[in-house]
């Protein structure tokens, strides 16, 4: 099977085009984009390829099988409903849609049509020194786990984001340290308790919270305290810390590293490394052209991480403790 592929926005959709066309059995045709000054620039860089700014033409046409969806937040849901109604798979950047209903719908919608897959790029999972302390713990020497997504970028929330209505740093930043923890310890959370900030943004363009943090009660009796932290003077990391019986886990702007009997032991994988995310997405085209190829990232978890978002932003507008419900 070949997979003939289109790309909607080129911002991290150029490197969903790399990841696309590095592989021998899939290419991009079609390049979708609504700004005139990139229109210019991908067709001098990309001669071989349409490049347009209809995202029709990709769904009319029939040798299209995969799209992968790269556009702002609030185009995802509607183009993901179109890519079902004509038989396309999907590749979606995170967040999959801005709302409870929309992911229910999506659900709905996927069931009917079972031979589409779909798939949401979390990066982390692919990360070569969380798949090295993925190996090293195990849940049930864990109690607590501190993950932080400090983005180290506040310009962007004044760009598309400060326009986005719905738009939510726990859809945008957290969603990637939920992600990671549940798959490192292989667990998903039943309660929700989160706190919000706009202090350091509220005489900005940008009217959301820009700062929160979430308590995630795990089964096991594990505690994760995890932040989407948009406005801090600091490097776009992912920081992590994971207190264990015998062991403190560690990866900060200090380094990456294992506290144990008072001693620091370098831990020696790669981080950020960014070379590797490309496999996220090549994994699931593999799992498209052979059904024996192991998913990365399975379909239930993407709608149950997306369940956990949103029962962050009910616990937001609640004040309060939520039960999460999976949907
Ligand atoms: N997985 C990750 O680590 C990661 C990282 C960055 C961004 N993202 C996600 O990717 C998406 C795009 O973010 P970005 O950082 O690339 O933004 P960006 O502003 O850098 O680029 C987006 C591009 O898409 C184009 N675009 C937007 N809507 C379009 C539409 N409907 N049709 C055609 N073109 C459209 C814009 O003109 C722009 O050129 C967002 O949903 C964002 O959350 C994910």
Excluded at 122 to 137: A, E, T
Excluded at 270 to 282: A, C, S, W
Aim: proline content about 2%; overall charge positive.
């Amino acid at each position: 099977m070949e997979i003939k592929a289109a790309v909607i926005g080129s911002g991290i959709g150029e490197k969903h085009i790399q990841a696309i066309d590095e592989l021998k059995f899939s290419n991009v045709k079609i390049i979708c984009e609504t700004d005139p000054k990139k229109i210019k620039i991908l067709k001098k860089k990309y001669r071989n390829k349409v490049v347009t700014h209809r995202e029709n033409d990709i769904f009319k046409d029939s040798s299209i099988n995969l799209v992968s969806i790269a556009s702002y937040d609030d185009f995802h849901y509607k183009q993901i409903l179109k890519c079902i109604r004509y038989n396309k798979h999907i590749i979606v950047e995170k967040p999959m849609c801005l709302k409870l209903s929309q992911l229910k719908e999506i659900k709905k919608r996927l069931s009917k049509k079972k031979k589409i897959k779909l798939f949401s790029n979390l990066v982390l999972r692919v990360n070569n020194l969380f798949l090295d302390l993925k190996k090293k713990i195990k849940s049930k020497d864990i109690y607590f786990i501190e993950a932080d997504y400090i983005w180290g970028r506040k310009n962007k929330l004044f760009g598309w984001r400060a326009k986005t209505k719905n738009y939510s740093i726990t859809l945008g930043a957290g969603i990637h340290m939920i992600d990671l923890v549940n798959w490192l310890i292989d667990l998903k959370p039943m309660y929700a308790n989160a706190f919000g900030s706009n202090k350091m943004t509220k005489n900005t363009t940008f009217k959301k919270n820009s700062f929160n943090v979430v308590i995630l009660e795990y089964p096991k009796k594990i505690l994760t305290k995890i932040s989407s932290n948009c406005v801090a003077h600091y490097d776009h990391f992912h920081e992590l810390k994971i207190f264990t019986k015998n062991a403190t886990y560690i990866n900060n702007l200090q380094g990456k590293f294992i506290y144990k009997d008072k001693k620091v032991i370098p831990l020696t994988r790669n981080y950020p490394d960014k070379k590797n995310r490309k496999k996220l997405i090549q994994n699931f085209i593999e799992c498209i052209v052979k059904n024996s190829k192991k998913p990365i990232m399975q379909l239930k978890e993407q709608f149950d991480l997306m369940s956990i978002c949103f029962a962050i932003e009910e616990s937001l507008s609640k004040k309060r403790k939520v039960k999460i419900n999976y949907i």
